[in-house]
């Protein structure tokens, strides 16, 4: 690819060149030309023309070999540039790696510091939480139990209450059915006697009769 950009680039500077040598060498040979007959004019302008080709192949080998040289030139400064560059892009991104490294390493440090200050906050507030729930599992049990003896003294003289007005409701009613039983055998006792009065009062009705 570069032997075709550099030939290419050679015809154009040959074509772009020969003009002008070739005016000027007419110019400098047109009285010559006029004075030599035709046929030595035809050899000695083969001739011309022949060593022209020889130059102008001379010249275009030497502009070739010095277009190589500088294309070769060229390539080891670009290939110089190129090596230097990409030292320092590698020389960059090192630096840049052992930078974000070292950010990484402290960020994980600062992490950790703050990871266990969390943890000892939360452990803290663990058991902060744990002897306020024993505290208060505390007071629980202890109001439990005054309301448990209260509940009981409560209770036990409520059954007391109970069991006296019980007995006394008892004693009521003994006191109501005995009255009932004497009102009882009173009727019992008037009715018989009524009835003994209705009979001896009828026996004597017949026998007066």
């Known amino acids: 690819m570069q032997s075709q950009v550099s030939t290419e680039h050679l015809k154009q500077i040959i074509l772009s060149l020969l003009p002008d040598v070739l005016t000027t060498y007419f ?32 010249r275009h080998q030497n502009l070739s070999r010095e277009m190589d040289k500088r294309l070769e030139a060229l390539l080891r400064e670009m290939d ?18 052992q930078e974000m490294n070292a950010r990484f390493e402290a960020l994980l440090k600062e992490m950790s510091v703050r990871f ?33 003896r209260e509940m009981s ?17 008892l004693k009521e009613m003994s006191a109501r059915f005995e009255a009932l039983e004497k009102r009882l055998n009173f009727m019992q006792w008037l009715i018989t006697i009524g009835f003994s009065f209705l009979t001896a009062l009828m026996t004597l009705i017949n026998f007066l009769k």
């Open 116 to 148: 266990e200050t969390q943890q000892r906050e939360i452990n803290d507030l663990k058991m902060l939480l744990q002897e306020r729930y024993e505290a208060l599992l505390r007071e629980m049990d202890k109001r439990f139990e005054a309301q448990q």
């Open 153 to 169: 003294v409560r209770f036990e003289a409520q059954q007391k209450e109970m069991n006296a007005r019980f007995e006394a409701l």
């Open 27 to 58: 110019q400098e040979k047109e009285k010559e030309l006029y004075a030599i007959p035709l046929l030595e004019r035809l050899i000695r302008l083969e001739e011309e023309l022949k060593a022209l080709r020889l130059l102008e192949a001379e």
């Open 80 to 97: 110089k540039r190129f090596e230097a560059q990409q030292r320092e892009m590698i020389a960059r991104f090192e630096a840049q790696q």
